[in-house]
């Protein structure tokens, strides 16, 4: 043990006059051409968000989004640009966020949400004056909010508080008595959340607001919650949404049906009756037709959402993607008779147009890139009546930039990054196909190479392997791996059995078995298809991943010490106490477990890494947020003290204040990466060479 420490120390000399000497060749570098990408960096990029396209397709509107280095946050202000690409200019800017934008049926005016002094309200802009009014200052965000096709009303869903009943009577105390604060009673299922914390007891409800100013109007009752997207009837006189109103619905997870609400006189009307989740319906213009989503909601960790059609009342339903393997999402409707959505097939996320007879056609792909701290696949898009997409474009060397396709074909709009970005050398994504060593499953990954990369040379390799499981990564452009790439190892990611887009059958070769030494083959097998193309250096293998990829790196250092160091973000380790401790036990157990955790105790016990750790031996080090309550930090301190009680070199790095997304500010973004990097330096055998060139 004291030999090992010795050389942590060594190694951690190197590594300082490594990046001392690296620090002057970059200064010296950069007066004669791009600088490699660096943390700081970070606080100046951009992307564009949420692109809402005119009705009559001239102009886009979307979010602008930076992070503010003094504030540390990402600041959303609202930007609009022709379709042309002309007049690209400020809409709403300043300090306070502005999102949500909603144009009105005739264009005339944007809705939006942006934060107050003493809450969230909801603006109204007109677009020939540029005046703007504040409609509502509400104590709750508003979401979905919807425009209704008259242009006189707006509907909204937002939280209501429910009186909470004690269950003794608090005692009166003496007048001056400094008491300690009272108890909290809970008795809801669902009683926190990720990112929020303990919940008030509070159930989700529509709203409705003149567009001209007054009072929301709330039109549901009951405790339930009722979601969005909402969508209007053509008259205004109803809103279209889904529920799950069912007795027991606390402990019902994927089910939900579709129900008419009169604004009026707020009558409920059950417009679908399925097992499943019926929901995003959506009403075409002229009334005659509803499209929306549906989930069959079987027991398993993936299925296909399907797109269906129905009449007003819900009679003659009938699926219009049933031989489409993926999921659709973000219906919308461009006339009465064409339907748009997206879906991703193969990492790519695509647009595509549908008949009523069921037909369909692609009209935009590569939407990404807006979420660029790791190379998700992500982004969105709107159309106009007359059929032209606004959407995010996602490239490997940009965050999103908005694009519009129509008759012409496509465009890119904006540039936002282009003054940060053509000033820095990156790594370049590269596409690699191999078959795992597990069954000759094909497997389609990427490897980003160091800038400057000499083919002639062997890199330290990074394995970082995805969340979801049941996601996916994708060509795109990722900060976190981009600085990775800049210190010199190459980057290699993978979609592993069990990710998204390439079919429900894939996805659910990962069924009961996440992690296992199945998807362990997939990440393995590309790793050796790298060093067998004497790109990566077999003696510097990392690994690092999180969520599921935290869950993934954790297994993998049980089977194998080919790896001279893991960083394990927001891990599960025991999924017996992870199960009954996280915020998602509800849906989590009824779908990706054949049981409760005291029924099958063994199953549990087996897919959790801590059933490995008699195996591990690699320096590890942990880090996962303080509020996590998805992937509670209570997983990462057994495995901790347990790598402790057996003498591994182990290291927890707990973020203050930080919920499961442990890189949702620039600051802690960096931070994570910055740690990686400190302790995979202590372990990279190649910083000997570098000192004695």
């Known amino acids: 043990m004291a030999a090992s420490k010795n050389k942590v120390k060594i190694m951690g000399e190197k590594v300082l006059f490594l990046f001392a000497a690296l620090g002057l060749s ?54 609009i640009v022709n379709v042309d690409g002309s007049r690209h200019r400020p809409l709403v800017s300043g300090t306070a966020s502005a999102s949500s934008p909603r144009w009105s049926a005739d264009g005339d005016r944007i809705a939006y949400v942006q934060a107050t002094t003493n809450g969230t309200g909801i603006h109204v802009r007109w677009m020939d004056t540029g005046q703007t009014a504040l409609l509502a200052n509400l104590q709750f965000s508003p979401a979905d909010l919807t425009w209704s096709p008259d242009g006189r009303w707006l509907a909204f869903v937002m939280p209501v508080t429910a009186k909470s009943e004690p269950i003794a009577k608090p005692r009166e105390k003496p007048e001056g008595a400094e008491w300690s604060e009272p108890v909290k009673v809970i008795d809801t299922a669902r009683y926190r959340w990720d990112g929020q914390g303990f919940l008030e007891t509070a159930y989700a409800h529509i709203f409705v607001i003149p567009a001209d100013g007054g009072s929301p109007r709330q039109v549901t009752s009951g405790d339930f919650n009722h979601e969005g997207p909402l969508s209007w009837s053509p008259d205004g006189s109803a809103i279209l949404f889904s529920a799950n109103r069912d007795e027991g619905w606390e402990l019902a997870s994927g089910e939900s049906d579709i129900y008419r609400v009169s604004v009026g006189d707020a009558t409920l009307t059950q417009l679908t009756d399925r097992n499943g ?45 049933a031989d489409l393997d993926s999921s659709v999402s973000n219906i ?18 695509y647009v595509a147009r549908v008949s009523l007879s069921g037909d369909f056609v692609n009209v935009a792909d590569s939407l990404g890139s807006t979420s660029i701290g790791r190379p998700y696949l992500s982004g969105s898009f709107t159309v106009s009546a007359n059929g032209t997409v606004a959407f995010t474009k996602g490239t490997a060397e940009r965050p ?39 069954d000759g499953q094909e497997i389609q990954g990427w490897y ?23 996601l996916a990564y994708g ?30 059958d894939f996805a659910l070769l990962l069924q009961y078995k996440y992690s296992s030494p199945e998807d362990f083959a997939d990440h393995m097998s590309g790793v050796d298809t790298l060093i067998e193309k004497n790109i990566a250096d077999p003696d510097n293998l990392f690994i690092t991943g999180g969520s599921a990829g935290g869950i993934a790196s954790a297994y993998a250092i049980g089977l194998t010490d080919r790896f001279s160091a893991a960083a394990v973000a927001k891990p599960v380790v025991n ?8 915020d998602s036990y509800i849906g989590q157990i009824s779908h990706q477990f054949p049981g409760m955790p005291w029924e099958e105790f063994e199953h549990y016990w087996q897919r959790s890494p801590l059933s490995l750790v008699g195996n591990m031996v690699t320096p590890t080090m942990l880090i996962t947020g303080e509020e996590d309550y998805r992937t509670p930090i209570s997983e990462t301190e ?21 919920s499961h997304g442990i890189a949702g500010r620039p600051s802690r973004l960096i931070a994570k990466v910055d740690n990686i990097l400190a302790w995979f330096a202590r372990y990279r055998s190649d910083l000997e060479e570098t000192e004695s060139d």
Not at 34 to 45: H, I, K, M, N
Not at 282 to 291: E, L, Y
Not at 414 to 437: F, K
């Open 332 to 349: 919308q409707w461009a006339g009465n008779r064409q339907i748009f959505f997206q879906y991703d097939q193969r990492a790519v996320r």
């Open 475 to 504: 060509p795109y452009f990722s900060a976190e791996m981009q600085l990775m790439a800049a210190q010199g190892y190459v980057v290699f990611y993978d979609n592993h059995r069990g990710s998204t887009s390439y079919g429900e």
């Open 400 to 438: 999103a930039e908005v694009a519009v396709a129509g008759r012409r074909g496509a465009r890119v709009l904006t540039s936002l990054n282009d003054d940060l970005l053509n000033d820095r050398r990156l790594g370049a994504v590269n596409e690699v196909i191999y078959n795992s060593s597990f």
């Open 277 to 321: 989740a019926e929901h995003a319906p959506t009403m075409s213009p002229d009334g005659r037709r509803i499209v929306y989503i549906y989930d069959d909601n079987r027991m398993i960790p993936y299925r296909n959402r399907i797109l269906h059609i129905m009449a007003p009342d819900g009679s003659g339903d009938r699926a219009l993607t």
């Open 26 to 79: 970059l200064c010296v570098y950069a007066e004669d051409g791009p600088r490699l990408f660096t943390a700081e960096d970070v606080f100046d990029l951009e992307y564009a968000n949420d692109p809402r396209i005119s009705p009559d397709g001239a102009q886009v509107v979307y979010e602008r989004r930076a992070n503010d280095i003094m504030t540390d946050s990402t600041v959303s202000n609202l930007w």
């Open 638 to 658: 057994q495995l901790y003290q347990a790598l402790q009680l057996k003498g591994v070199d182990v290291v927890m790095i707990r973020v203050p204040g930080s």
């Open 575 to 582: 999924w017996i106490s992870k199960t009954l401790t996280a």
């Open 448 to 470: 980003i190479t160091p800038p400057d990369f000499d083919p002639a040379k062997k890199y330290p390799l990074i394995l970082e392997i995805h969340g979801g499981p049941h």
